[in-house]
């Protein structure tokens, strides 16, 4: 039997007064896949990101997370996904080491696997030698990687990241996309927001575009470039054509 989708979007739908933000969304993210989904700004990527990781009600529509409910069962979706928002949220007055202790906690890991996992990730993300300072006193790009590693201490089974490398500069951004394609590898599945279409061009291995909240097309790289009339073009080029196209039809 083929395995269930790591993320089930059906006619998922938001809208904020007058305005619709994601409008009868369908969308299916595979297990053990790196998926990134672009689009405008304002296409509705973000709400949807939100939606599916609990943080949002949907006014209709469904989510289903690896099979669970997550509009019926929220508790249960939520201990097998992470969620990392484009800004950092820690605690400033914790340490690294404690941040990640304190939210081990909160997922009900065990201590010693906890520490465990917290210098594991400490050490891939170059974050141990700060180990015992205050995150008040950190860069944006560290407190990412704080963060980061704070979504993963549980082991999720699905990473939803809202544009992880903005304002990163390109070691840090590079320590995190190493993590990530290492997560991918065992087993995990992924899906992003990126206006850095390069990231999206490297590391996904299918691509959602959205737009006015409808996915308006969906595939690998080499199907994106087919819809858009085919040749070797760069994703952004093709991700130009693509919007501009549904734009003109809209």
């Known amino acids: 039997m083929p395995s269930l989708p790591a993320l089930k979007l059906t006619g998922l739908t938001k809208t904020f007064g007058a305005a619709t933000a994601v409008d009868h969304l369908d969308l299916d993210v595979r297990a053990g896949e790196f998926?990134?989904?672009?689009?405008?700004?304002?296409?509705?990527?973000?709400?949807?990101?939100?939606?599916?990781?609990?943080?949002?009600?949907?006014?209709?529509?469904?989510?289903?997370?690896?099979?669970?409910?997550?509009?019926?069962?929220?508790?249960?979706?939520?201990?097998?996904?992470?969620?990392?928002?484009?800004?950092?949220?820690?605690?400033?007055?914790?340490?690294?080491?404690?941040y990640l202790e304190f939210v081990a906690g909160l997922w009900n890991v065990d201590p010693s696997e906890a520490q465990a996992r917290a210098r594991g990730l400490c050490d891939v993300l170059d974050l141990w030698k700060h180990r015992h300072e205050r995150c008040?006193?950190?860069?944006?790009?560290?407190?990412?990687?704080?963060?980061?590693a704070g979504a993963l201490i549980h082991n999720p089974k699905l990473l939803m990241l809202d544009?992880?490398?903005?304002?990163?500069?390109?070691?840090?951004?590079?320590?995190?996309?190493?993590?990530?394609?290492?997560?991918?590898?065992?087993?995990?599945?992924?899906?992003?927001?990126?206006?850095?279409?390069?990231?999206?061009?490297?590391?996904?291995?299918?691509?959602?575009?959205?737009?006015?909240?409808?996915?308006?097309?969906?595939?690998?790289?080499?199907?994106?470039?087919e819809k858009a009339g085919g040749g070797n073009s760069s994703l952004e080029d093709v991700f130009l054509q693509l919007t501009q196209s549904a734009e003109l039809a809209a």
Not at 73 to 84: D, G, N, Q, S, Y
Not at 136 to 148: C, H, N, P, T, Y
């Open 35 to 98: 998926y990134a989904l672009l689009g405008p700004n304002g296409a509705g990527k973000t709400t949807t990101l939100r939606m599916a990781a609990g943080l949002l009600p949907a006014d209709a529509g469904g989510i289903e997370i690896f099979g669970v409910d997550a509009r019926r069962a929220p508790i249960e979706a939520k201990r097998i996904t992470a969620w990392l928002p484009d800004e950092p949220m820690l605690y400033d007055k914790l340490n690294p080491l404690e």
């Open 136 to 148: 008040e006193g950190f860069s944006r790009g560290m407190k990412q990687k704080v963060a980061l």
């Open 163 to 225: 544009e992880p490398l903005t304002g990163l500069d390109a070691a840090v951004a590079r320590q995190v996309k190493n993590l990530l394609s290492e997560r991918v590898r065992a087993g995990a599945s992924i899906i992003l927001t990126t206006h850095i279409l390069e990231v999206a061009e490297r590391l996904a291995d299918r691509i959602g575009i959205i737009q006015r909240g409808r996915l308006i097309a969906e595939g690998t790289l080499a199907q994106l470039r």
